[in-house]
């Protein structure tokens, strides 16, 4: 019998959590990092902080491919492909990106004049809730920087791999409404961009599938030639409550969706 893929089953569930257990050590080690923002000293400090944090992310990315680079190999063995594959590992962002990102994430700690219109309800905040702010928001950044490192690797290995025929996104239970729904696409396949030159090879259909916001465990898991794929139980669950709630009401389909989750105890209990 043909093996089976899924975006469920134990395999996808573990390197799930296993990427979920990186980011809780990045959180526990940013949180290390909190003491070099000196409030006194804020212009000279955060760009300091900017940097050690970006050290960070590039140390957790790299841990991050790695695991999902080992994931891949282990699922195209349970996948019974033969022939060599090397994995490439996907790189850390480029440096600017991870400044920028942690500039923007930062951005309402400085003082601003409170009579000026422009000045948000949130800048007008003390400084200890500013920076409290800036925090959470930096975290939520940083892991997805760092997660998408491993999904990247993920996606980039079925890309160059004569073997993987597409992706699919595994989402958690207690996954948020967009996830979920991306979830039920299932198998989104790669099509070769011209004959015998799978280096060209393209992915069809929704690229939303790939799209992650912050503070977002979705994984990518990879497809092979001679799987059959079949839906999880629960993304299955979930594409049937979207076709009878929300599919008839387009322009308020994920807000249906959402709904219809939650009153058929789908949602996550916040
Ligand atoms: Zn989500």
Redesign the pocket.
């Given at each position: 019998m043909a093996p089976t893929g899924s975006d469920g089953g134990r395999a996808a569930d573990a390197q799930r959590r296993a990427q979920r257990g990186l980011t809780r050590f990045l959180m526990r080690d940013m949180r290390g990092l909190r003491r070099l923002i000196i409030p006194s000293r804020l212009e000279a400090s955060v760009p300091e902080w900017i940097e050690a944090v970006r050290a960070l992310v590039e140390q957790y990315g790299s841990a991050s491919a790695s695991l999902a680079a080992d994931y891949y190999e282990a699922e195209r063995v349970a996948a019974l492909v033969t022939g060599r594959f090397t994995v490439p590992l996907v790189g850390p962002p480029p440096e600017e990106q991870v400044g920028n990102s942690l500039r923007w994430a930062t951005k309402d700690i400085w003082e601003r004049d409170p009579d000026d219109p422009a000045t948000t309800e949130a800048q007008r905040q003390p400084l200890e809730v500013r920076l409290v702010q800036a925090e959470k928001k930096s975290e939520a950044v940083a892991q997805k920087l760092v997660t998408d490192q491993g999904r990247g690797t993920v996606r980039e290995a079925v890309h160059q791999d004569r073997a993987a025929v597409g992706y699919a996104r595994a989402?958690a239970l207690g996954?948020?409404a967009?996830?979920k729904l991306m979830a039920t696409r299932g198998l989104t396949y790669k099509s070769a961009g011209s004959a015998g030159r799978d280096v060209n090879s393209k992915f069809t259909g929704d690229a939303s599938v790939v799209k992650f916001?912050d503070n977002?465990h979705?994984q990518i898991v990879p497809v092979f030639k001679g799987q059959r794929f079949e839906l999880s139980d629960h993304a299955r669950e979930w594409e049937r409550l979207y076709r009878d709630y929300a599919a008839p009401y387009p322009g308020d389909q994920l807000n249906r969706f959402r709904q219809a989750l939650a009153d058929h105890g789908h949602m996550p209990v916040l």
């Open positions: 989402a996954a948020c967009f996830c916001h977002c979705c």
